[in-house]
């Protein structure tokens, strides 16, 4: 059984500091992508930031400058920093995994069961 296990969340007064952490467990051939996921009351789940196996990142306009995305290959583990918390950053954040069980099978995505992070004073 695969599993993305997230940490991190909870309640932090705008300008506040978190850090989220995804392992993933289980029987793994390969990762390629990772990244986060965040999805508020109301909206469509957006991507906030993304890593790839070597390292390069993709974040969304609204986090730039504010959140880094960073990955610990051996431990099949990703981090996702987040400074400068604001109200709008309110949302409950799912891992994401671009993964391959088997040398010879398909890479899928996978998801964690989300962690909800409130900015609030």
């Known amino acids: 059984q695969v599993q993305l296990v997230e940490s991190g969340g909870g309640l932090v007064q705008p300008g506040g500091s978190l850090r989220l952490s995804c392992a993933a467990s289980?029987?793994?051939?390969?990762?390629?992508?990772m990244g986060w996921y965040r999805q508020a009351p109301g909206k469509q789940r957006e991507l906030v930031a993304a890593?790839?196996?070597?390292?390069?990142?993709n974040y969304a306009d609204s986090v730039k400058g504010r959140f880094t995305i960073s990955r610990d290959n051996a431990k099949n583990t990703v981090y996702l920093q987040m400074n400068s918390l604001k109200h709008e950053d309110t949302a409950v954040y799912y891992c994401?995994?671009?993964?391959?069980?088997?040398?010879?099978?398909?890479?899928?995505?996978?998801w964690g069961q989300g962690t909800q992070v409130t900015v609030s004073s």
């Open positions: 994401n995994a671009v993964m391959r069980l088997r040398r010879n099978s398909d890479y899928n995505d996978y």
């Open positions: 289980g029987s793994i051939f390969s990762i390629n992508d």
């Open positions: 890593i790839t196996s070597g390292g390069s990142t």
